[in-house]
């Protein structure tokens, strides 16, 4: 049965009085298992409009205007992609030339392995995602999973006994997660799903609470949601809010996407962090250099004591694992693969 989701005072200010509330008449959702495209009814942000719902169709997010990058100033990276917020101290990661199944800090699921591939100057990897089945139901899919984790780290607390990190101060907080992938032969549309984790740590059936991650969701328009943000803190026990989009997007057989997946804490609102994806769908020139026209597609602020369907905690801990995950699909090609620590904008988010 759905659980009712409830709204504290800060969730409202962007709202409009009773009647505004009134019209919100939102649901949260709990996934049970590990099925990123599950179905099930999920909430629409707060403080979003949607398209009203009609007997024949159901309620879908109001497309908002697209929006640009921040003018950060910052740059790009050694890989010639755009930096859309401030370097800050810590330790960043980026594939760059190494070999993905050779690097250190990398770990390719279920003993995975990828192949180099290479398309003007574009260097990629392809991996083929392994069989499973999901905990839910017992239905068979196919998944690949790609861990960041922080250099020579080891987790040591979970969600529950954390003190701002899972292993320790070095682990990564406001991030900006980096990658382009493509896909092929989507077998299952309605959970061909690209899941970015953050702030998390393991996933083992034997110690729930190590999962601690927040995530955002590039999927097919098969899916419940092109985007939605989700958490894991418990494995694995997923909540997923449905984003509006700021521009018309899904994902696609065969077609690069640059994804950024920003996370930060607000400083001007301790009790709030703020989750926006970033999608460029023509990422890459003719010469196979990108091509830096990232757009924001969604966002999701994070509110301390508000419940997702399960969880009402505030993902704001530092992370020993980042991940990337897609469902449903037979191959997976990535590149330009980096997360990293970074300056959040001064002020509110609002």
């Not at 640009?68 to 101290?89: I, Q, T």
């Not at 799903?193 to 740590?201: A, Y």
């Not at 097919?220 to 997007?249: C, I, M, Q, W």
């Not at 996407?257 to 930060?264: P, R």
Request: proline fraction near 10%; charge should be negative.
């Amino acid at each position: 049965m759905p659980v009712i989701v409830t709204f504290d005072v800060m969730q409202l200010e962007a709202l409009a009085l009773a009647s505004a509330l009134a019209a919100l008449g939102c649901t949260a959702s709990s996934s049970p298992g590990e099925r990123p495209g599950a179905a099930g009814t999920t909430p629409t942000a707060p403080g979003l409009p949607t398209t009203p719902s009609s007997p024949s169709s159901p309620m879908l997010p109001q497309p908002q205007p697209p929006s640009s990058p921040p003018d950060s100033g910052a740059g790009l990276d050694e890989d010639a992609v755009v930096k859309l917020y401030p370097d800050a101290p810590g330790t960043p990661y980026r594939l760059g030339a190494s070999d993905l199944n050779a690097d250190a800090r990398i770990e390719l699921e279920q003993e995975g392995s990828a192949s180099a591939g290479r398309e003007g100057a574009l260097r990629f990897w392809t991996l083929s995602p392994y069989s499973f089945e999901y905990s839910e139901d017992g239905e068979e899919g196919k998944t690949a999973r790609v861990h960041i984790s922080s250099e020579g780290a080891r987790q040591r607390f979970d969600w529950q006994t954390q003190t701002g990190f899972l292993a320790g101060p070095d682990d990564l907080g406001d991030q900006e997660f980096t990658a382009y992938v493509r896909v092929h032969g989507i077998f299952d549309p309605e959970h061909a799903v690209f899941e970015l984790k953050v702030r998390g740590g393991g996933h083992s059936d034997e110690a729930p609470p190590l999962a601690s991650c927040a995530l955002m969701t590039f999927a097919t328009a098969s899916a419940p949601g092109v985007s939605r943000f989700g958490k894991e803190l418990d494995h694995p026990l997923y909540d997923y809010v449905n984003l509006p989009l700021r521009f018309s997007t899904e994902l696609s057989e065969g077609r690069w996407f640059g994804l950024k997946l920003i996370s930060y804490a607000d400083p001007a609102r301790p009790d709030r962090v703020v989750n926006r994806l970033y999608v460029d769908d023509t990422p890459f020139l003719p010469d196979g250099t990108p091509r830096n026209a990232f757009r924001l597609l969604t966002e999701y602020i994070d509110r301390a004591g508000v419940n997702t369907g399960r969880y009402d905690t505030l993902v704001n801990w530092r992370g020993v694992i980042t991940t990337l995950r897609v469902d449903g699909v037979d191959s997976l090609d990535v590149a330009l693969l980096s997360a990293r620590p970074i300056t959040p904008p001064a002020g509110s988010a609002g």
